[in-house]
């Protein structure tokens, strides 16, 4: 019998495939939101675009893309031509495009979960029984709410590079630029309130640390702020007026209510005030630096800033650039310098650099002396990459790194650059070209910022549908292998984030524990614990230290060692990284060839074939007052030492002085009150620890300065101040002994015709080798250091400058070496 079925024409189904890919992205997700109640969740899937709208439809919620399989969740404006982002939650770690979801817990906590349900966003309010909602306020803040109303968490709390007007900062609140334009990832520039309570933009990047606004050659008062104040606060109001508890005062240039603003930190490190038009653009309507070569870093290392008229990045004569497409890289020289050996000051000579300058990083400051004798200062120093010299007052500035340079006919000023001899070297006029462009679409004040490409296509969903559909059971497979295979290859963005914590990163303990052959060698031990040395995987040589009595939880630990980890000086050890694992606490820093001081000076340690010598002990207290220094007054976070001794202070081969467990204190709580056995084996080591110890003051970093001088006196003397301080106090009384041998030095001092007594101070293995006039010197900083009123000690930035001043009385290198161009 024949069969009556009879398929449809196929017109009809054409027909109705095109209406079912027509109707599919109706389906494709829910409509946005209002708020989300309490044991609701949504995935990556369903909100892929917006789920959570403000009741004005200024502001929208969800899941937005940052790479090809990567989201984060983010607010951003729902008026602008494409989306302009006002805060994310996981900026730094962005959750798979399959299977992620966002959901808001019965204990009213706001989760975001990544596919293999790892939380990688929480509101970390805990238990929170009368959390109702989460609602997308007017105001662009993303808040949980009670039933009556009341924010039990808020975005405004942690912004990420843009403040929305009613936004505060605070205290505990920084702003942190993008690594790079349209980049999710954070990047190397801050807006903050430091320490002195300025709200301040600082350069944080993988070699350096530098404050660029406001203009660091001025004082707060010059700047017209103030540090007198303790509230910490600032914040943008509705009609685009800016005001800080520092007296940072500022508006936009269309003052008044009804526009939508915001305050970002863009990627290039500029702080911008954006209004929003009514055909959706964003307008600059002020800029925190109207020149943007006057931003530290925008060029990286050896890089220089110039105006062509354009702000673009190039690099000097006998450079080039370390990465085409990445000029926080910076520049390399094409030929290695060969530092080292007699014959390299003949090696070298200096090109100048016409109206080009480097801020910072000076190496040695000089201060009156000849043009011949600051090029021989920077000649005979294998660290000194080039110098500046100021015509009419004679001021002499090697630099020992070449940061934050920038060229322009404003800048008054020379930089000679040491190059090789023998190097073909291009001409100067001609190395001014730039090489690349570091910010070509600039947006500068008043015209139209960088406008953002929309970031969905309708036809691609299409033709994902209809491949859906002929290879489902393939697509899936292929799909689950994907996410969790082991080894898998990271994504373009994951590849970033790791490209940027590379050099500080978090180990396991059995990583360390391989590294260090299950803990073998140790190197010593002290009261924070025992240090090992160990090989990492990639043939680096570290110290590694397990400590012990850490009190914090591995989250608490993990936010006090991050700090740790950006603080990076020549005179400082290098932090590597950290193990918290469990019980275990360990860092990771690098391993420093000579040993400690207290080895070297006291052991005659087998480093040294003789006692170390006067030239040497000189540059260590040189060194340590630099390291002190930035600690105290240049770090990102002020840290004090509270643990300055000898055998704290490591030398390399060149017996550079590294100050080593700096930032214990934090990490080991010694701020905190204890018993009189604490303070003695935690708050320092007896004989180095200053008098506020026992006082109960406030600790500051006049406590570093104190034992840096009982430091400076051992290392003049060759031993320990309480092996020979009694002979000069004749006093048994070992509390007494040092505020008696202050008195009995400061007598000797005021003899100003007789110095014999230094010559009888000073270490007598050394068979008078040595410079009588630093010596004084050395004795006169010591003793102003270990006053007992803290009050009339110097400063470690006085100490560098008294050091620095002084004539090293270094040899003098004929006239003909130098030779500029």
Request: hydrophobic share 35%; with cysteine.
């Amino acid at each position: 019998m024949a069969n009556k079925y009879q398929a449809p024409p196929t017109s009809v189904v054409c027909t109705n495939l095109l209406l079912l890919l027509v109707l599919l992205p109706l389906f494709a997700s829910p409509s946005p939101l209002s708020q989300l109640s309490r044991g609701s969740s949504l995935s990556v899937e369903d909100a892929a675009d917006t789920f959570l709208v403000s009741q004005d439809n200024s502001f929208s919620c969800g899941f937005y893309k940052v790479g090809s399989n990567a989201y984060a969740f983010s607010v951003w404006f729902s008026s602008s031509n494409g989306r302009t982002v006002a805060w994310t939650a996981n900026r730094d770690r962005p959750v798979n495009g399959r299977r992620s979801r966002i959901a808001f817990r019965k204990d009213g906590s706001v989760v975001l979960a990544d596919a293999d349900d790892a939380v990688v966003w929480s509101t970390d309010t805990g238990p929170s029984p009368s959390a109702d909602r989460l609602r997308l306020r007017d105001t662009g803040n993303l808040v949980v709410e009670d039933r009556d109303g009341e924010i039990l968490w808020q975005s405004f709390d942690t912004p990420t590079d843009t403040l929305l007007p009613t936004q505060p900062i605070t205290k505990n609140v920084r702003l942190v630029s993008s690594v790079s334009e349209g980049a999710a990832a954070s990047g190397y520039y801050s807006f903050y309130f430091d320490s002195d309570n300025v709200l301040r933009l600082i350069y944080d990047g993988p070699d350096i640390s530098s404050i660029y606004w406001p203009n660091p050659d001025y004082t707060v008062y010059q700047n017209g702020r103030t540090n007198y104040n303790s509230s910490r606060y600032g914040v943008l109001d509705d009609e685009g007026q800016f005001l800080a508890s520092d007296r940072l005062a500022f508006s936009a240039s269309d003052t008044g209510p009804g526009t939508r603003r915001r305050l970002t930190l863009d990627y290039d490190g500029n702080l911008r005030l954006y209004s929003l038009t009514h055909d959706g653009h964003w307008l600059v309507t002020w800029v925190a630096l109207p020149k943007l070569c006057d931003v530290h870093g925008l060029c990286g290392r050896n890089g220089i800033c110039v105006y062509t008229p354009r702000t673009r990045c190039s690099c000097p004569p006998g450079y080039e650039m370390a990465n085409a497409s990445d000029w926080n890289e910076g520049c390399r020289r094409k030929t290695d310098m060969g530092c080292g050996g007699d014959d390299h000051p003949r090696r070298v000579k200096f090109l100048r650099l016409p109206d080009t300058d480097f801020w910072g990083f000076d190496l040695n400051y000089t201060p009156s002396v000849s043009f011949k004798r600051c090029g021989n200062l920077c000649r005979g120093d294998c660290s000194c990459e080039a110098f500046t010299y100021r015509t009419g007052t004679g001021n002499c500035y090697t630099k020992s790194a070449l940061f934050n340079g920038k060229s322009s006919s404003s800048t008054n000023s020379n930089v000679y650059l040491k190059v090789l001899r023998q190097a073909e070297v291009a001409n100067v006029s001609q190395a001014y070209k730039p090489v690349c462009n570091a910010t070509e679409n600039e947006p500068g004040v008043g015209s139209p910022a960088v406008r953002y490409r929309a970031r969905f296509n309708w036809s691609y969903l299409y033709w994902f549908v209809s491949a859906f559909f002929l290879v489902e059971v393939l697509f899936i497979s292929v799909g689950w292998w994907f996410m969790f295979r082991k080894g898998k290859k990271p994504t373009a963005v994951e590849e970033g984030y790791m490209m940027i914590s590379s050099q500080f990163k978090k180990f396991t303990y059995r990583e360390l524990e391989k590294a260090t052959e299950n803990f073998r060698h140790e190197l010593g031990r002290g009261g924070s614990g025992a240090v090992y040395k160990g090989v990492l995987d990639d043939e680096r040589v570290v110290a590694v230290k397990r400590l012990v009595d850490v009190t914090q939880g591995e989250e608490e630990f993990w936010a006090e060692v991050s700090v740790i980890g950006k603080i990076n000086h020549m005179n400082l050890v290098r932090m590597w990284g950290f193990c918290s694992q469990r019980s275990h606490r360990l860092l990771v820093s690098e391993y420093v060839e000579n040993g400690s001081l207290d080895k070297i000076l006291f052991d005659g340690n087998a480093a040294a074939s003789a006692p170390l010598g006067w030239k040497e002990r000189f540059k260590i207290a040189v060194g340590v007052a630099k390291g002190l220094f930035y600690l105290h007054h240049e770090c990102l976070e002020w840290v004090i030492h509270c643990d300055v001794k000898p055998e704290n202070i490591l030398l390399d081969r060149d017996f550079e002085p590294k100050i080593a467990d700096f930032g214990l204190a934090k990490l080991l709580k010694r701020g905190g009150g204890a018993g009189p056995e604490y303070l003695s084996r935690i708050r320092g080591t007896r004989g180095y620890i200053a008098p506020e110890w026992a006082l109960n003051l406030p600790i500051t970093g006049k406590v570093d300065v104190y034992s840096y001088g009982v430091v400076l006196l051992e290392m003049v003397r060759g031993s320990r101040v309480s092996n020979w301080a009694t002979d000069w106090v004749d006093t048994e009384e070992v509390e007494m002994v040092m505020g008696k041998l202050c008195l009995a030095l400061k007598e000797k001092l005021a003899e100003k015709e007789d110095e014999s007594w230094v010559r009888n101070l000073v270490d007598s293995r050394l068979n008078g080798q040595f410079d009588l006039e630093q010596a004084t010197l050395i004795v006169e900083i010591a003793v102003a250091c270990l006053e007992e009123e803290r009050s009339r000690r110097p400063t470690m930035d006085s100490v560098v400058r008294m050091l620095l001043s002084y004539d090293y009385k270094s040899k003098e290198l004929h006239e003909e070496n130098l030779v500029c161009v």
